[in-house]
Structures are given as C-alpha cells and as structure tokens.
C-alpha cells in the first residue's frame, strides 16, 4: 500500500528542487498535495506535471495572509489537512560585515517565521484530521558551520530547535514534528551557492570530495525521507532529524581513496 494513501498535504517551495522532489514522492505514494510558491510559472507547471493529485497556490510564505490564505485553501480543496512540509529557504552568500539588516531578516523570514507562521495556522486543521505531520527541511548547517553564510546557518539552527519545541508542544494531540536535514543535493540553490566560487564546477568537484559516499544526492532522496517521515510507519518518531546528506556530517576528516 503506498504510504502516504488518502492524506492529503502543503508543501512549501514547491516549484523545483528539493520542494518538487518531496511534491513528486508524496503523490507516488497516494497523497494529494497543494504545491505553494512565489514562483507562478514554474509551480503551475510543476502542479501539471504531478497530475491530478496535485494544486499549485501563489504564496509568500514570509505574509502572513498569505500563509494563512494558503491553509485554508488546502482544507477547503481536499477537504482535510494531513501534512505540511516547511520547505521554502532562501540563503545569503555574504558575510555579517557584507549583509544588511533587510537582508538578515528576509532569511530569517522564509526560513524561520515561515514556519511559525504556517503551524499557527495549520495546526487546528492538523488537530481535526486526529492528527498529523509538520516536516521542517532544515540543513545539515543545521548541525555544523558553513563559510560566508551567516544568517543561513543561523536560520538552519533555529529551524532544527524549533523542531524540537513544536514536537514536545503538541505530541499528546498526535501531532508530530520532524525534519530531514539535506546534504549536497542537486538544486537550483545550490548551483546558486557555487556561482560565488571562482570555478563553479570544481567547487562543487571539491565539495563532494568530503562526502564518504562521493555522490550528489538529488530532490527525490529528500522526498523518499520526507514521505517515510510524514507516513503511519514513522508513528513513534518525533521531535528528531533525518540527515540524508551522504556521510558528510559523520566525520571530523574524511580522506578519499585513491
């Protein structure tokens, strides 16, 4: 039986990379789900290509009608709420010294308060389908440091604890809070991170180098993660992280052979 048959779910930042993965995962596996993004074009396309399970939704997640508007939307249109993965980030490749206050906050903004935002509201539809699942994509610079990205480490690390203060709140209610924490995943951000290197390709060469596994991970990994999380055989697990990031975290040093 597929996992996720008959829920139904939002997920955020859903017009490509890791979002769309999650998206595509979640409707293999039985959901329907109500892609959210600024991006117009590119989430009504994705909603295309997902099939009839799918919806695309115009919304800003840093709004906070907006978030509210997206919600409501997804309960009204399926009829129940079951899922909500905070997917939607943003990051800033300058340092303290370099970045402004705006764009502190705008960080801040998508890739925290969003989350605030879309629990305040999801949670009474969460709490009348006797349940359900928020899943926080944070990082693995949720856990470690990351050169000349600041408010996007920051950001990560309080994705990762207010995890964890969301899972203890509402556990009793059968409400469980998780997140997976992505490695060097193959996406749009990521080619955007490597094109403030002075070789963009031997960067990213370079970056994989410290990986045990020597692979690329790609939007779908993410998404078998997330479904796993977000589906009945998950039930006992909350308030924790999934890293799927290769092996890169689980070392001090790492030398490759050869």
């Not at 109500?34 to 590119?42: F, K, M, S």
């Not at 129940?80 to 801040?108: C, F, H, P, Y």
Request: net charge negative; proline share 3%.
């Amino acid at each position: 039986m597929a996992k996720l048959a008959d829920k139904v779910a939002i997920v955020t930042g859903a017009a490509q990379g890791i979002g769309l993965g999650i998206a595509r995962v979640f409707v293999a596996e039985g959901a329907r789900v109500l892609l959210a993004d600024v991006n117009d074009e590119a989430g009504a396309a994705a909603a295309r290509e997902l099939g009839a399970a799918a919806a695309y939704q115009h919304a800003d997640v840093a709004r906070e009608a907006e978030v509210r508007a997206l919600i409501d939307a997804a309960a009204a249109r399926f009829g129940r709420l079951d899922i909500v993965v905070n997917n939607a980030g943003i990051v800033a490749v300058q340092t303290v010294e370099e970045s402004s206050l705006e764009d502190w906050d705008r960080v801040m903004a998508i890739n925290v308060r969003a989350i605030f935002l879309t629990a305040k509201y999801a949670l009474p539809h969460l709490r009348a389908a006797g349940g359900g699942s928020i899943l926080n994509v944070a990082s693995v610079s949720s856990l470690v440091g990351q050169q000349g990205t600041p408010a996007y480490c920051a950001s990560k690390g309080a994705v990762l604890m207010l995890t964890k203060s969301l899972a203890l709140d509402y556990g009793r209610e059968h409400i469980r809070v998780n997140c997976i924490c992505p490695g060097i995943t193959d996406t749009p951000m990521l080619r955007f991170h490597a094109r403030h290197a002075d070789d963009p390709e031997a960067h990213l060469r370079q970056r994989l180098a410290r990986v045990p596994s020597g692979t690329m991970l790609y939007p779908d990994d993410m998404g078998r993660a997330a479904a796993f999380l977000c589906s009945d055989e998950a039930d006992g697990i909350t308030g924790t992280s999934l890293v799927v990031d290769g092996g890169y975290t689980a070392c001090a040093e790492f030398f490759a052979a050869g």
